[in-house]
């Protein structure tokens, strides 16, 4: 966005810019939820820590929403449902894994379970934690704002964290 | 050249009325997010824009630019026109809503509404009970289970709440002797003039019935999200799912309310303090109170059972109208 001759009231902006500001700005995930994490992430969502206040609210139709945040343990007996979930839900869309169990097998290292949700759908952000605190997928969800952006500047977004927010260590800024 | 100058005042006078209620629905979304979150003690959006002024803008730029997804085994046809059958019977109630009296601006006469008909009443109920059509068109053609249950659901509690409704108008019509919106306005002068000291008990049923109609709380079951994923919508996406919301919660329900302002509160009538605008700034207020009461109600309450609903629709609130018709009644022939 380029704004003309100082405060005279001319912004100048590209249809891509536009898009992809509506676009971070009103992220609708699904309400999946697979174990423990999910816990936390409806605790994100309600009052106290209130993801509505960047545009977030949880969608029970995977047709309408725009996030996949793969909240807990996947098992193999529940992955062809997760996929078939990410496949219903329409472009453009983005998926957050939270904790270590989705992100790549936890404290599971056993036939029964999925070592990574990245292997049978593309992950954009990992969210580390077990379960991760409402703070740290509050970061997740702001790291993917940040990911959108960068896309649409070309750039690309590989930022790995040098401690995840925790209650005792909130975000800062 | 007349019928030219009416037509093309017409036409504008649409234009602006459909444009308006649109960026108002838009709008009306974010107050509900408001209220919600500071109902529910948090905040609501927030981050923006001005304290989430922007909100609706960027839903309404992500939703019209998402996938719009078909699926294949969707009755195509039914599919598109439910989206439509569901919004545009809806905003066509606003073609009979009067908003104020006739003002004169420029030498010019300006009507606040698009028509003044005599039968305005029944063409409100009438547009209200073909929105019906768009939601059971949808649950059949999406052919999925979830949108079937839900699409029956609203089926079975709109058919019984429209007969409590248009039994609970025949009072006010009564009163005023006609059905044009405007002459019903203009029955009702001072504070004690307006209908709703007289009719009680309608207006508790039309109350009622507003909240069964729009989809809100204490009837929701047609998107109850722990039953069925999102109702019967579940398989729409993009705008072709904008338009459901934005018809059944905000343009519905600005629509009754306006309604109700009308049936009950007096309309624009009011005391002459803010000079020659004072009759839209009373309509606009009361009929803002009126959407604000149903936003707190749908926040507020828990949900009836399915089975509840329709019992309340056909052994509670029909009998409650017949009641309150024959009493207006008797009340009307004996005071001539």
Not at chain 2, 20 to 32: D, H, K, P, Q, R
Not at chain 2, 89 to 100: E, N, R, S, T, Y
Not at chain 2, 235 to 255: D, N, Q, R
Not at chain 2, 287 to 310: A, E, G, K, N, S
Request: charged share 15%.
């Amino acid at each position: 966005m380029a704004i003309i001759g100082g405060n005279n009231g001319i912004i100048l902006t590209t249809v891509e810019e536009v898009l992809s500001w509506g676009r971070r700005n009103s992220l609708w995930p699904v309400s999946i939820g697979l174990a423990c994490c999910a816990i936390e992430m409806m605790h994100t969502a309600a009052s106290r820590f209130d993801t509505d206040r960047m545009g977030i609210i949880f969608r029970g139709s995977p047709r309408q929403s725009d996030v996949l945040i793969v909240a807990g343990t996947v098992v193999n007996k529940v992955a062809p449902m997760l996929k078939l979930i990410y496949d219903q839900m329409p472009d453009p869309k983005w998926v957050i894994s939270m904790g270590g169990c989705s992100s790549g097998g936890g404290p599971f290292p056993t036939y029964s379970t999925l070592q990574g949700v990245d292997r049978i759908i593309p992950v954009d952000v990992y969210v580390p934690g077990c379960p991760p605190t409402p703070q740290a997928l509050l970061w997740g969800i702001l790291q993917l704002q940040k990911k959108i952006k960068a896309k649409q500047e070309g750039r690309e977004l590989k930022e790995i964290p040098v401690r995840t927010p925790t209650a005792s260590f909130p975000i800062k800024g | 050249m007349e019928l030219l100058a009416v037509t093309i005042g017409i036409v504008i006078k649409s234009l602006i009325f459909i444009i308006g209620m649109f960026l108002l629905a838009a709008y009306l979304t974010l107050v509900e997010r408001k209220f919600a979150g500071h109902v529910q003690q948090r905040p609501g959006p927030l981050h923006v824009g001005f304290h989430g002024l922007l909100q609706p803008i960027a839903d309404a730029l992500k939703v019209l630019t998402k996938e719009d997804i078909v699926p294949n085994f969707v009755d195509k046809k039914l599919f598109y026109l439910a989206s439509l059958m569901a919004f545009v019977p809806a905003i066509m109630i606003l073609a009979v809503i009067p908003f104020g009296e006739p003002i004169k601006l420029f030498g010019l006469e300006i009507k606040p509404y698009i028509s003044d008909v005599n039968v305005a009443l029944i063409l409100a109920l009438a547009f209200g009970s073909i929105s019906i059509y768009g939601v059971i068109f949808a649950g059949w053609a999406s052919n999925s289970k979830y949108p079937m249950i839900g699409g029956l659901r609203k089926a079975a509690v709109l058919i019984g709440y429209e007969v409590a409704l248009g039994f609970a108008l025949v009072g006010p019509i009564m009163l005023a002797g006609s059905f044009s919106l405007r002459e019903i306005v203009e029955a009702q002068q001072g504070f004690f003039g307006a209908f709703i000291w007289y009719q009680p008990l309608a207006f508790v049923v039309y109350l009622f019935s507003v909240l069964a109609e729009t989809g809100r709380t204490p009837f929701d079951v047609q998107e109850a999200e722990a039953e069925l994923v999102a109702g019967y919508n579940t398989e729409y996406s993009g705008m072709k799912f904008g338009l459901f919301p934005l018809a059944e919660w905000y343009i519905a329900t600005f629509v009754l309310s306006a309604l109700a302002v009308i049936l009950f509160f007096g309309g624009w009538n009011g005391p002459h303090i803010f000079g020659a605008l004072s009759p839209y700034i009373w309509f606009l207020t009361k009929l803002f109170l009126v959407f604000m009461f149903l936003l707190w109600v749908h926040w507020t309450l828990p949900r009836y059972r399915v089975d509840q609903i329709t019992e309340i629709a056909w052994k509670v609130m029909l009998p409650l109208t017949f009641l309150n018709i024959f009493i207006t009644a008797g009340i009307v022939i004996l005071k001539g």
